[in-house]
């Protein structure tokens, strides 16, 4: 497989239909490109209260790739969700691309994230009914983009994953890795203004992880900006930048010099050296 870095396309200015500001870089430009504000999540109550999201604060600057990491029912999932629009946070607020995002309406939502955010799940979510390019092609399509237009963006995104070649196949004619990869091909298919991955190798193997850990590379290399919930080292040494949740609160921030093994921050256990560099190349 040859090596291929995805082009991050421009974000043009647009507004919704509802008179909203646009996404584009301008709007990015005022602040942070995701940004959490006293982030609170509860579910139950009285002596059932439980906080999955406790008081978070958090930026996220445009470009940069964040992993979240912390043991199962820290609260990972459910920040990823709060950030990306798919639950509403009990108290504080929510800002993506400049706009604070939590106090929209259902349709303004469902809106933005069609056209702002990809997300990417441990299980693929493909259609089974559709082809690869089908996949990646629906969500240009929901968001308004002519058929031509949806089918010129999932050619270009299928080969930089590197599946042109499987663009007619349906999911179950394709392996594990080779779903997450249309996976991550749909989620970059409305350029985002960034893309939200809940533990996407959490389901694959060894030689299939190391194909997402090269997109994923590729992607921060190229700008994207990009959160990743994950348990693995390995995905977590991609990014720029690890924080670690523990009972719904961070409890650590640290920042990966460029070396991809160095960390510069405080608190928590070391990724350790890893060779990324040598790791991530791709093969011929």
């Not at 602040?31 to 999540?41: D, E, N, S, W």
């Not at 996220?60 to 790739?65: D, E, I, L, R």
């Not at 983009?145 to 349906?170: K, T, Y």
């Amino acid at each position: 497989m040859k090596r291929v870095v995805p082009r991050v396309m421009g974000r043009s200015s647009r507004s919704d239909t509802d008179g909203s500001p646009g996404w584009g870089p301008a709007a990015a430009a005022a602040g942070p490109a995701l940004r959490a504000v006293g982030l609170t999540r509860t579910y139950g109550e009285d002596e059932s209260l439980v906080w999955a999201v406790d008081g978070v604060d958090l930026d996220v600057p445009a470009g940069q790739t964040l992993a979240v990491t912390g043991p199962s029912g820290c609260g990972k999932s459910t920040l990823l969700q709060l950030l990306g629009g798919l639950d509403r946070p009990s108290e504080g607020e929510v800002w993506l691309g400049g706009r604070r995002i939590d106090h929209l309406g259902e349709r303004a939502l469902a809106r933005l994230r069609r056209r702002s955010v990809g997300f990417v799940f441990q299980a693929h979510h493909l259609m089974h009914e559709l082809s690869a390019a089908q996949n990646v092609e629906l969500p240009a399509l929901l968001a308004g983009a002519s058929p031509r237009a949806a089918r010129h963006r999932a050619a270009e995104l299928l080969h930089q994953v590197g599946l042109a070649h499987r663009a007619r196949h349906l999911p179950s004619e394709l392996s594990g890795g080779q779903r997450q990869r249309v996976a991550i091909a749909r989620a970059l298919a409305n350029d985002p203004l960034v893309v939200l991955a809940d533990e996407p190798t959490g389901n694959l193997d060894s030689a299939a992880t190391h194909d997402i850990l090269r997109l994923f590379d590729e992607l921060r290399a190229a700008g994207q900006t990009l959160v990743v919930v994950t348990h693995d080292e390995r995905v977590a040494a991609t990014a720029d930048r690890v924080v670690s949740m523990r009972d719904g609160t961070l409890a650590d921030d640290t920042r990966l010099d460029g070396n991809r093994g160095r960390r510069h921050g405080h608190g928590g256990t070391g990724l350790g050296g890893t060779g990324l560099g040598a790791l991530l190349s791709w093969e011929d």
